[in-house]
């Protein structure tokens, strides 16, 4: 008989009924999505509903000198027009520090700049219409006189700092950490290889297809504020905007319906909806702001643009002593709300040289704010620079030592069985599974016959390289993120069940759902848990007034923290149901169990009462049961990590690329990639949010970049010109796992949102270098471009 | 026409518009610079095309005019007078797209979902012209549609299921 109770999942030596857990289920919520019937902000219909659009800074840093909105104010269907003062009399300014990031500093950010624009695209004005068009109409008409002021780009002349954007600040330093352990040093002195490299990583965008969205409905009467958003983390937002906007939590409602792609751009508080749910108060009527997609790519944030050097110190055997790190990155002219700017740095410190057991390791970071738009967490955060850093120089060092990449990888990744492990900056690792991936990997794709082809398709001049990139990631956190750092973000996440009298089960989860499949495997996890077939199941998220508090989707934490309290809920849902039954059958309740929908005799399987029945009996005839007992067919549950500070995953991802020397075109031939998150909920989907993931890192590695000029403008800023990876360019990729659920909770699951984008971008990069081998060119340089490329095999 | 730009309020010309939406026809005073797009969502309701970039690239608009697939945010509303457009809203509820449909809930070749009526429209255009498509081809002709979060494998297989079945229920 299978055991469905309480044990975990992954209990050893126990055959546990996973139920839908591990199956590719399609996803029920997709099916209005197919047929366009979806709900996004856009969406929804409002009466008396009003369109807010924005006069932004058409200058990287100026000062405002006059600002006349009179003949705006004037045009057809202008319903207001207001300045930054005028905002800021509903909406209090902001500071994003965080207490944990020792010595972060950012000055206050206002949802409308008043009198000095930081960076291109600052909104410095709004104007409500009744339209959209008539709001941009007006928008032509507004007078502003400018007085340019001196605009830093470039990090290193604002490290530098000869000219200070904040005065206040002193200089131009957002955060800065330095780590050492205490024998760098000596491990570099005694190393036999010594291997260094700098490299540069350009800025990039989310570019999520719905573009940022907010809907924010004041009603004067209740003193009520509903936000219809498109966002990541609706219980965090309804903190920030009531304590913003100075009106009490309780009166604050966040619904975020369907959400058009996220990817970390969606979970930052952006001035221009802040202002919009502020105009929604002031004018007592709904407002709506829809960024456009030129307003996404010059105000949503943008990631990345770090310079990094790091240096290996190696044995002649092959084994690597140590890393060095110096990473510089610039984030714009303030730190982002609430999460800070400071975390990406702090990444990059914190995981370089992640999958290897070096016992030495030094790392610094500085942030540095310039006069371009603000950056912040974008998927991987850190991660996509901290695993190029690593296999880009691993590589270097392997080719010095004269050592095949793999086999190099293979001597110095932390062995299978020494966990738990601590990691020379910090971390602790509970149990990952480096080795056990690399040789996955490397059966999976044929390594050895592709080095072959390689060999001899270099003699007749086709050069193609093959890259690995072994990575590290953090998923699940605990409070140690952000809560300890006294952001009210939450690191728990709860569920709620509910047995309905149809027999069907409703689940309220405090996860969101971006697409990634939230609500599909929650159905999947309650309907095992509770045990009915998963078209009973219901889930509903995305809405404060509704679920459990909770902090949404960030950090590849949604299916292994919400995941968890959904389990935990469903199995008590199961036994509050099991102890109704009791009662309606006067059997004896270690004899029951529910199988199918239907309470069934545990050994033999029989059918002895249907959860609809069991509904109809608790919920509309109570008076047969029992005086003193009361059926409780609503249960709430919620879980949050906190044996470790982030249940750590591993995967190895390898790719192979063809480079054309003549024109630095690189064509992607196939991705592989092996990936522990743990227990796999559903293979499907996990393997597509895998492959969107290492799509978005192709992009990072190849196409993608936020060009400015040294004016502070950026010129590349239209879906025209921002290339991302279309289906032509990209490979079949080919995922598989190795799966170590965590222990620490019954589900076993760990996050996968992110790895695709921490090591693509590694692989890729590595690749292309492995290809050029022969010219003894490197690129190191993100997105390689066919200009770097040429650059690097000095034909140009 | 008057063409001042800039004036405010010549910007609010309408013409009287009649074409068939999803079989039903329908005759509305458009706002001459008003897209196709917008004209489906704001005044039909229709919002199943989407707007993700207003200037023809990312594909989530694509609707069909008169049989081909068109970027509605291209199209201006007042140009469609006398054509015949499909919408998703449309194809779903005639069954035409039920296997692609199909193919793409079981291979969960959607995430968001944002992307995925201009998918379906540019996947169908594609199926309807060359029944053949080779796996290459279909990634050569879905290139104008982004979609952001599948990295486009499942949705690449998902057509070609639909184009081998639906060349085995020709034969």
């Known amino acids: 008989m ?12 126990t055959a546990v009924d996973k139920g839908y857990i591990g199956q ?5 919520n997709a099916k209005r999505l197919l047929q366009g019937r979806g709900a996004y902000v856009d969406d ?4 008396q509903l009003a369109h807010v659009v924005f006069f932004r800074s058409p200058y990287a840093h100026a000062r405002l000198k006059r600002l006349d909105l009179s003949r705006a104010a004037a045009q057809p269907g202008v319903i207001a027009v207001f300045d930054g003062r005028a905002v800021a009399q509903y909406c209090k300014p902001w500071v994003a520090v965080l ?3 020792k010595g972060i500093k950012s000055p206050p950010q206002f949802a409308i700049a008043i009198e000095r624009a930081c960076c291109q695209g600052e909104a410095m004005a709004a104007i409500v219409a009744e339209s959209r068009a008539q709001g941009e109409d007006a928008l032509q008409l507004v007078e502003a006189e400018w007085e340019e002021l001196p605009v830093v780009c470039d990090m290193e002349e604002s490290l530098a700092g000869k000219y200070v954007i904040h005065p206040a600040l002193g200089d131009n330093i957002c955060f800065e950490r330095k780590f050492s352990t205490d024998a760098v040093d000596a491990a570099f002195a005694k190393a036999d290889v010594v291997a260094e490299e700098t490299y540069t990583f350009g800025r990039h965008t989310g570019v999520t297809l719905e573009s940022r969205s907010i809907l924010a409905d004041y009603n004067a009467a209740e003193q009520t504020l509903t936000v219809y958003q498109s966002t990541q983390a609706p219980h965090m937002m309804q903190d920030i905007f009531s304590r913003h906007l100075d009106i009490p939590e309780a009166n604050v409602r966040v619904i975020c319906k369907d959400v058009g792609g996220s990817f970390g751009i969606k979970v930052h508080v952006y001035p221009d909806e802040m202002a919009t749910a502020a105009i929604s108060v002031m004018l007592r009527r709904p407002v709506k702001f829809v960024a456009d997609r030129l307003e996404s790519f010059l105000t949503d944030i943008h990631a990345r643009e770090h310079k990094a050097r790091v240096r290996i110190a190696c044995t002649k055997e092959g084994e690597i002593l140590a890393f060095e790190l110096w990473d510089l990155t610039a984030i714009g002219p303030y730190s982002v709300y609430p999460r800070t700017s400071g975390i990406e740095g702090n990444q990059v410190v914190n995981l370089t040289g992640g999958p290897y057991k070096h016992q030495q390791y030094r790392g610094q970071t500085q942030v540095v704010f310039t006069n371009k738009n603000v950056s912040c967490q974008y998927r991987g955060v850190g991660h996509p620079i901290a695993v190029a850093l690593t296999e880009g120089i691993v590589d270097v060092a392997a080719e010095q030592l004269g050592l095949d990449p793999a086999e190099f990888r293979r001597r110095n990744l932390i062995p299978d069985d020494a966990y738990p492990y601590s990691f020379p900056s910090g971390l602790k690792f509970e149990q990952l599974s480096h080795h056990q991936s690399l040789d996955k990997l490397l059966a999976l794709m044929d390594y050895a016959k592709l080095r072959t082809e390689q060999a001899a398709l270099r003699k007749l001049g086709v050069y193609r390289g093959i890259g690995l990139a072994a990575m590290i990631e953090v998923t699940n956190p605990s409070p140690a993120f952000y809560g300890v750092g006294g952001a009210r973000i939450s690191a728990q996440d709860g569920a709620t069940l509910r047995l309905d009298p149809t027999g069907m089960v409703t689940c309220l989860a ?15 996890i309650a309907a095992s848990a509770v045990g009915v077939t998963i078209d009973k199941v219901r889930v509903i998220t995305g809405d404060t007034g509704v679920t459990p508090y ?9 299916a292994g923290i919400g995941g968890e309290a959904v389990l935990q809920a469903g199995r008590a849902l199961r036994s509050n149901i099991l102890d109704v039954a009791t009662h309606i059958l006067g059997a004896n309740r270690g004899e029951l169990d529910i199988v199918g929908n239907e309470v069934v005799n545990r050994l033999s399987l029989e059918s002895k009462l249907t959860l609809a029945e069991l509904g109809r009996v608790a919920y509309f005839r109570p008076d047969t049961l029992p005086q003193k007992f009361q059926s409780e067919l609503t249960v709430t549950r919620h879980y949050t990590p906190r044996d470790y500070g982030f249940t750590f995953t591993n995967g190895i991802q390898a ?23 743990g227990t796999v909920i559903n293979p499907m989907l996990v393997d597509e949010q895998l492959r969107g993931g290492i799509v978005q890192g192709i992009g990072a590695a190849l196409f993608e970049e936020c060009l400015y000029s040294e004016e502070g403008q950026l010129m590349n800023g239209s879906m025209v010109d921002y290339l991302v990876p279309l289906s032509a360019e990209m490979p079949d990729i080919v995922v598989a796992h190795v799966e170590t659920p965590t222990k620490q909770s019954d589900l076993g699951a760990k996050g996968a949102g992110e790895a695709g984008t921490a090591g693509a971008p590694a692989a890729v990069m590595n690749a292309i270098n492995d290809a050029l081998r022969p010219f003894k060119a490197r690129v190191t340089a993100q997105p390689a471009t066919p200009q770097r490329i040429l650059e690097a095999l000095g034909k140009i | 026409m008057n063409a001042t730009w800039g004036h405010a309020s010549n910007m609010d010309e309408t013409l009287l518009t009649t074409l068939t939406v999803n079989g039903r026809t329908v005759t509305r005073r458009i706002s001459a610079r008003q897209h196709l797009s917008d004209f489906l969502r704001d005044e039909l309701g229709l919002t199943g095309a989407h707007t993700g970039c207003e200037h023809g690239v990312c594909g989530a608009c694509t609707v069909r005019v008169d049989g081909l697939a068109v970027r509605g945010c291209l199209m201006l509303a007042v140009q469609a007078d006398g054509c015949k457009v499909d919408t998703i809203e449309g194809l779903s509820d005639s069954g035409e797209i039920a296997d692609l449909q199909g193919a793409f809930h079981r291979r969960n070749a959607l995430q968001c979902g944002f992307c995925t009526p201009g998918m379906l429209m540019s996947a169908q255009e594609l199926l309807s012209s060359r029944p053949d498509a080779k796996r290459d081809e279909i990634r050569a002709h879905m290139s104008g549609n982004y979609c952001r979060c599948t990295g486009y494998h499942a949705i690449v297989d998902a057509i070609e299921e639909v184009a081998a079945s639906r060349r085995e229920g020709r034969k």
């Open chain 1, 44 to 47: 929804l219909r409002f009466p």
């Open chain 1, 24 to 28: 590719s289920v399609p996803r029920p």
């Open chain 1, 550 to 558: 909770g902090g949404g989707t960030w950090a590849s934490r949604g």
């Open chain 1, 2 to 13: 299978n055991a469905r109770a309480e044990l975990p999942l992954h209990a050893p030596g």
């Open chain 1, 655 to 677: 790719c192979l690329v063809e480079v054309d020397v003549e024109t630095g075109f690189v064509k992607l031939l196939k991705h592989w990639c092996v990936e522990d998150c």
């Open chain 1, 99 to 101: 207490g944990h990031l």
């Open chain 1, 510 to 524: 405090s996860v969101t759902e971006q697409g990634q499949g939230t609500e599909g495997v929650f159905a999947q």
